[in-house]
């Protein structure tokens, strides 16, 4: 047998899964449903790992829970792994090998690749606060994270334009908390300022949430929810006023920025905060709940009696300390539900938390300070990492924040571990993130020009050792991205520019 000779994709090509075993059933649909969209063959899927065919099987060398094997001959293409998700990485790198070609047999390389990723945490963000995003809208953001490798959504629910997750025991949450009355139009700082007096709003009710942390679980993707607190609060406290320092009334954000309305630290706050994250851990699975943590005003905090008495009990100085109290406790809640958290790097600001997991939006400098302090760390600095900054000087739709330009390449260049980090220290990264904060975007459309094919950059950053990474490899890679992209029909950013 000529070891050489390629794999024929063709009608009679089965798909064989591990008899049994649902997950690596459903990877092998996952497979079929691909090759369907890309070449409009319909593939059989059975179970058994014999035989002529592409076969996925559990097991094989890579140490890697994440990593796989996937090995072309001319009779069979098999791709294993130690899990279930590298067999899926598997697929979709085989995937990503299939040109677009409807009505042909399709030869398929012999070849033999060992692959797993970098990071074990490769993120991406989605606020969905500023701008509501259906449902369906959220599934086909976890259906291009599968595409992309990536592991980790982290679904920015809560903020002051709105709340987005139904809590039963606290309905105006949604039904006050989920609209607001007006809409700024056009940029924040535009002058004068223009209004849409439109209603806007929307939530997920908690059987929307099920369905798409289901969804994104067969695609090996962990939802991780945040829950924003103290700051960027306005929308719940709109709600329930009782748990601010002044008591209100307020009215949801329909401007962007940072207010000076925040939770008050009384102790019915606690109750309340703990309410709501009771029905959030039983919603999420993850391992991880992110509460936010930043730009909090402590201006209201200065002038209430009940924060200011916290300050006296607890022994406190500054309002910083205030809010590492706050998060303290939160943090001491969650661990007691098997949770661990996340927060952006202020939590860090005002001392020592437990076991906070810290994502560094301010650049780098604190996921630096948290890293030599032991903290676990995500990248996620804002000058590489927020999607919401345009692509290119010339946007000619424009959306996104045009403060700032973060182009393709200078995504796919960035490197997640500081080169100041001792080896030790650099253990503590765990991966990287892109956010996509959605001031200047509602609609699905304008959300995929945002991310597309940036994901496809943060992905090779998560992904690839930084010596395998080359940016012009990664653009002819791109093509082959690109027709994905059109198979898909998402609406990518096709400029392409360095500046
Ligand atoms: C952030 O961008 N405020 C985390
Ligand atoms: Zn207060």
């Known amino acids: 047998m000529d070891q050489a000779a390629p794999f024929i994709l063709s009608n009679g090509t089965k798909i064989m899964y591990p008899e049994g075993n649902e997950k690596m059933q459903k990877n092998a649909e996952f497979l079929a449903s691909y090759i369907k969209d890309l070449t409009g063959k319909s593939l059989a899927v059975q179970a058994g790992t014999d035989g002529k065919g592409i076969i996925l099987q559990l097991g094989g060398n890579a140490k890697n829970p994440e990593g796989y094997q996937l090995k072309v001959t001319s009779d069979q293409v098999v791709i294993s792994g130690p899990t279930e998700a590298g067999v899926f990485y598997g697929i979709q790198t085989l995937r990503k090998s299939i040109p677009v070609a409807q009505g042909v047999d399709i030869a398929l390389p012999a070849v033999e690749i060992n692959d797993y990723p970098r990071f074990s945490y490769r993120g991406a963000h989605l606020d969905v606060s500023r701008h509501f995003f259906p449902v369906d809208s959220v599934k086909r953001f976890i259906d291009m994270l599968a595409l992309h490798n990536m592991n980790r959504f982290h679904w920015h629910l809560t903020d002051d334009q709105g709340w987005r997750i139904e809590i039963k025991k606290y309905p105006k949450l949604t039904t006050v908390g989920g609209y607001r009355k007006k809409t700024i139009v056009g940029y924040m700082w535009d002058n004068p300022t223009e209004w849409d007096t439109k209603r806007y709003g929307g939530f997920y009710t908690q059987e929307d949430i099920k369905e798409v942390v289901a969804y994104a679980k067969k695609r090996f993707v962990e939802i991780i929810p945040e829950i924003e607190m103290p700051g960027h609060s306005v929308a719940a406290l709109t709600a329930y006023p009782e748990y601010s320092c002044t008591g209100g009334p307020f009215e949801v954000e329909g401007r962007w920025g940072v207010f ?80 661990k958290i996340i927060g952006w790097d202020e939590i860090l600001e005002g001392g020592i938390l437990q076991r906070a997991t810290v994502m560094s939006w301010r650049g780098e400098k604190g996921g630096i300070h948290a890293a030599k302090a032991g903290y676990d760390v995500i990248m996620s600095p804002n000058i590489y990492m927020y999607f919401n900054c345009l692509q290119s000087k010339v946007n000619e739709k424009k959306i996104g924040n045009p403060n700032r330009v973060i182009t393709l390449e200078k995504v796919y260049n960035y490197h997640p571990v500081p080169e100041v980090l001792s080896a030790d220290e650099a253990k503590h990264i765990k991966g990287v993130q892109a956010n996509l904060w959605t001031e200047y975007m509602s609609a699905l459309d304008e959300m995929e020009y945002m991310l597309y094919p940036r994901v496809a950059a943060l992905s090779e950053v998560a992904w690839s050792k930084k010596e395998n990474k080359d940016y012009g490899r990664f653009c002819t890679r791109l093509e082959s991205i690109r027709r994905h992209y059109d198979v898909l029909g998402v609406n990518y950013c096709k400029k392409i520019s360095n500046e």
């Open 260 to 339: 000076n309305d925040i939770y008050c630290t009384k102790e019915s706050t606690f109750t309340f905060m703990q309410d709501i994250l009771d029905e959030v851990v039983e919603l999420f699975p993850s391992s991880y709940i992110h509460l936010g943590g930043d730009e909090a005003s402590r201006i209201r905090w200065k002038n209430c009696v009940h924060c200011q008495e916290r300050m006296k009990q607890e022994h406190l100085t500054k309002e910083a300390e205030l809010q590492t109290y706050f998060i303290n406790r939160i943090e001491n809640y969650l661990n007691t539900k098997g949770k």
